[in-house]
């Protein structure tokens, strides 16, 4: 039966990441996966994670099982930045769980919508691809609609004219902060035309949280959900902590659901917790425990906003000098990279010029044109944009 099986095609992405490994050119230039990089080109622990884990070894005094809702003083302490300090559960009205990463709340997410009664889901496109992979796997349907426009600006007429279409049983899935890949934000008038057209579609608000912190601060980043929050009667928040607290590895998320009225709440966590359950059982505890700890302590939580705030002025810096390039790669409109947010940006180049940046100049990027802007450096960012103008030309 199993030797039935196709062969699937490996994760474009993360195939990246072998063959730069394997390149023995010494000025490869990683822009693949999206991993935070120092200016040295490295991934390091978080100063305040790496506190917080040198406490955790010495107090945790038991490895008990938690449940499937994992560590709820963790998924507590990340409310006020996701949500807002002055009322982060809105009335009782927003609970959530941990789960496996940001993946693991996004499918989580997904599967909720469909067992609710949700039939499609409203995508921009581009998308990060396993959210269309993650759809189709559950068997929903994914329409698209045209997420960027040619000014480097968000598309908000092609959404709009998507959910005028789209009928019932519709979820729309949006990116909080930091568009992966085009970088590519909602101004704040048009989330709050988004949530004008949520409310009058009533199309279900899935947003996917990824890279909060990474684009303007903590609180900037939360600001279009929030006004998306303030318009729609339920929603589903998908977390990811893999990049603001660098626990890539350690798979940190969590699923916070806003209900219409806080008597809701039970009967859908007791869903959620269900098909958490049934899929993982119960989410890995060590990297979320090390975020209550960070979060639990005044010091660490300073600590952690610190390092937070020079991992953003570093890729601003590099946002900037590429936008300075502008001039000096012919027909590529750099400029607008400035104005855009967190890891990512969509360069207009073609598969074969993708292919050469790699052949010709061991610049590693994913094939549709995406780069991580912070494996770019001090030291090698003047010969990326040689690299980009010598493949332009
Ligand atoms: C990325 O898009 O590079 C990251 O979100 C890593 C991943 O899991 O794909």
């Not at 305040?48 to 107090?59: D, F, G, N, T, V």
């Not at 759809?135 to 698209?144: K, M």
């Not at 960070?294 to 590099?318: F, G, K, S, Y």
Request: proline residues 5%; negative net charge; aromatic residues 6%.
């Amino acid at each position: 039966m199993l030797s039935q099986l196709e062969a699937q095609p490996a994760d474009a992405l993360l195939a990246l990441i072998k063959l730069h490994r394997d390149d023995p050119r010494e000025d490869k230039i990683d822009l693949g996966v999206g991993v935070y990089r120092t200016d040295d080109g490295a991934t390091p622990v978080f100063g305040a994670i790496k506190a917080a884990e040198r406490r955790l070894l010495e107090q945790q005094d038991s490895k008990a099982y938690l449940g499937p809702d994992g560590d709820l003083g963790f998924v507590a302490a990340l409310m006020p930045y996701v949500f807002g300090a002055s009322d982060p559960d809105r009335g009782g009205r927003i609970a959530g769980v941990q789960t496996p990463g940001g993946t693991g709340a996004v499918r989580l997410a997904l599967a909720l919508a469909k067992k609710a009664g949700v039939r499609r889901v409203l995508l921009g496109k581009p998308s990060w691809p396993n959210h269309a992979q993650i759809i189709a796997d559950l068997g929903l349907e994914t329409v698209t609609f045209d997420h960027a426009q040619a000014d480097g600006t968000a598309n908000l007429a092609a959404l709009e004219q998507a959910m005028a279409g789209a009928g019932g049983e519709t979820a729309l899935l949006l990116h909080g902060c930091c568009h992966n890949p085009t970088g590519i934000d909602y101004s704040p008038d048009q989330w709050r035309s988004i949530a004008a057209a949520l409310v009058s579609s009533g199309a279900l608000p899935i947003v996917d949280v990824a890279y909060q912190g990474l684009g303007e601060g903590m609180a900037e980043d939360a600001a279009g959900l929030a006004i998306v929050l303030d318009a729609v009667p339920e929603a589903l928040v998908a977390y990811s902590c893999d990049k603001n607290f660098g626990l890539y590895r350690d798979r940190v998320g969590a699923l916070y659901v806003m209900t219409q009225a806080a008597s809701n709440l039970p009967a859908i966590l007791s869903n959620i917790v269900a098909f958490a359950r049934a899929s993982w059982s119960m989410p890995p505890d060590h990297g979320a425990a090390a975020v209550r700890l960070v979060l639990e302590d005044p010091a660490l939580t300073r600590q952690w906003q610190n390092e937070l705030t020079a991992m953003r002025a570093r890729m601003r810096a590099m946002r900037e000098r590429l936008a300075a390039g502008d001039n000096e790669v012919a027909g590529m409109n750099l400029a607008p990279l400035a104005r855009q947010h967190g890891l990512f940006a969509m360069l207009p180049l073609s598969p074969a010029q993708v292919e050469r940046l790699r052949a010709d100049h061991a610049v590693y990027m994913a094939g549709s044109g995406r780069i991580n802007v912070a494996g770019l450096t001090s030291h090698n960012i003047d010969r990326f944009i040689a690299a980009l103008a010598a493949v332009a030309a």
